[in-house]
């Protein structure tokens, strides 16, 4: 009976075929590299951390358009577009104009920037170093000449002082260095303030590179006296 079976049912114990897999089949794929802004881009990179806000954003743009087509009213419509602007937009504008190397319309932002809330000197530092990489000497010599008031009666800020004095001197503007050391003394750096042993030597080493000596000398004799009234180890004497 079961040998019947068997042969009536010859695939009875016939084990099952695995269904046939499918082998994926792979595409390669060639990426293309794109490179934004071309071979002539000459900004710099963005800082790290650093976003713009729509504000900002659209300020750029609108200053941009302003310059670009000169309407008659250009400096009404520029002044009309920073004022909306709160101090933090405002800055960042300025700051993104400098890496854009827009150096024309961050004088104007700056102007701005100064009138509505003040500069700092590390702020100064920045316009100078940002003018001076596009050759617009004049355009530092009156920013350093506009000086001349409020911003710098806070001679305290000696770290200020020294990327600033670092970034005229790099420059190459005699008179401005100079013209710095008189508004250094008019604030009461030196009488008043105590000086900063680095912030000297970076001035005295200014001063002996445009042909300064005398003046060098007189700024090392200055602040000697200085450390010795504000009882401070003198500072060494330069050879000059």
């Known amino acids: ?3 019947s079976l068997r042969l009536q049912n010859p695939t009875f114990h016939k084990p099952h075929a695995p269904p046939p897999t499918c082998t994926p089949t792979r595409h390669r794929i060639n990426y293309v590299p794109v490179r934004c802004g071309g071979p002539r881009s000459q900004r710099g990179p963005l800082l790290k951390g650093r976003i713009l806000s729509i504000e900002a954003i659209q300020a750029i743009q609108t200053i941009k358009r302003i310059h670009r087509t000169n309407p008659p009213n250009h400096q009404t419509l520029i002044s009309n577009t ?7 937009d405002l800055l960042a504008t300025l700051r993104e ?7 024309t319309l961050a004088l104007r932002v700056f102007s701005a920037v100064r009138s509505e809330y003040g500069a700092d000197l590390t702020l100064y530092a920045e316009m100078v170093n940002a003018l001076a990489s596009k050759s617009m ?9 506009e000086l ?10 000696q770290k200020g002082m020294v990327s600033l004095i670092k970034a005229v001197v790099g420059a190459g503007r005699r008179e ?7 508004m250094m003394k008019k604030g009461g750096w030196c009488e008043n303030v105590e000086p900063d042993e680095y912030l000297v030597n970076v001035l005295v080493n200014g001063l002996k590179g445009f ?8 700024v090392q004799n200055e602040a000697n006296r200085a450390f010795a009234r504000f009882s401070r180890p003198n500072l060494e004497s330069f050879r000059l």
């Open 1 to 3: 009976m079961a040998s």
């Open 97 to 103: 104009l400098l890496r854009q190397q827009q150096c």
């Open 176 to 182: 401005s260095t100079v013209r710095i050391y008189e």
């Open 148 to 157: 001349d008031g409020i911003e710098f009666a806070d001679v305290a800020d």
């Open 137 to 145: 000497g004049d355009d530092v010599d009156r920013l350093i000449l």
């Open 82 to 88: 920073l004022t909306r602007l709160i101090k933090n």
């Open 211 to 218: 042909g300064e000596m005398e003046l060098a000398k007189q």
